[in-house]
């Protein structure tokens, strides 16, 4: 099974230029999640999206956005993109967040801003 | 807002020492708690979900237990091998989110 893949893994950018990460999900979730996670700062939470078509704020979310058109793809664009975004971006997904639900992320994508 | 915190920030034991790392956190109110593994460059594995009516879940030689009312949760590994070496992170669920704690990293000496 693949779970939660991430496109993709490496990426450097210039200051300015704008990309998207995408995140797709096989199980049939309904919540997803970006986090970036940076050194000594843990795992922080930048947007996330409780079903298709919805999408919130999380701790972090200047400076990026987040589409959820189908269910099983949650996109985050950065449309200038910034030394400040150089970190670790993972996505992740679960079936809800209630009871006994799990989450799960995908590998990774590491973003260096130049 | 929900604070987690995780201490120690790092642990080295010598292979065959049980492990214990700690998870607390401010909001009592979660829904569950999970705990992940981190390898370095790679991403997060879960280890153990505990749900908030639960007082503690077991797989193989983890052990979770959860005290809700004081905070506070314990990640027990028995008889640690080198192959336990990563970073531990709890994670509690609370308003649709995972909050995480900065992790604890694990050095298991052969």
């Known amino acids: 099974n693949a779970g939660v893949t991430q496109t993709p893994k490496f990426r450097v950018l210039k200051t300015g230029q704008s990309m998207t990460l995408l995140c797709a999900q096989d199980?049939?979730?309904?919540?997803m999640y970006w986090y970036r996670q940076d050194p000594g700062m843990g795992l922080r939470l930048i947007h996330y999206?409780?079903?298709?078509?919805?999408?919130a704020k999380g701790e972090v979310p200047d400076g990026y956005n987040v589409s959820r058109l189908k269910k099983q793809n949650f996109l985050l664009g950065l449309e200038s993109a910034a030394p400040s975004q150089t970190s670790v971006y993972f996505c992740?997904?679960?079936?809800?967040?209630?009871?006994?639900?799990?989450?799960?992320f995908g590998q990774g994508t590491r973003l260096t801003v130049v | 807002k929900q604070e987690v915190t995780q201490i120690p920030a790092a642990l080295s034991v010598p292979e065959g020492e049980n492990l214990v790392l700690n998870c607390s956190f401010t909001?009592?109110?979660?829904?569950?708690l999970q705990w992940f593994r981190q390898d370095p460059g790679k991403g997060l594995t879960s280890l153990l979900l505990?749900?908030?009516?639960?007082r503690e879940q077991t797989s193989g030689r983890l052990n979770a237990s959860l005290d809700k009312s004081s905070g506070r949760s314990t990640l027990y590994i028995a008889a640690s091998q080198p192959g336990d070496s990563a970073t531990y992170l709890c994670?509690?669920?609370?308003?649709?989110?995972?909050?995480f704690g900065a992790g604890t990293t694990v050095t298991v000496r052969a």
């Open positions: 992740a997904s679960s079936r809800g967040a209630t009871l006994n639900t799990e989450a799960f």
């Open positions: 199980m049939n979730h309904e919540y």
């Open positions: 999206s409780v079903g298709e078509g919805t999408t």
């Open positions: 909001d009592s109110a979660i829904y569950n």
């Open positions: 505990i749900q908030s009516s639960q």
């Open positions: 994670a509690v669920i609370t308003d649709y989110k995972l909050s």
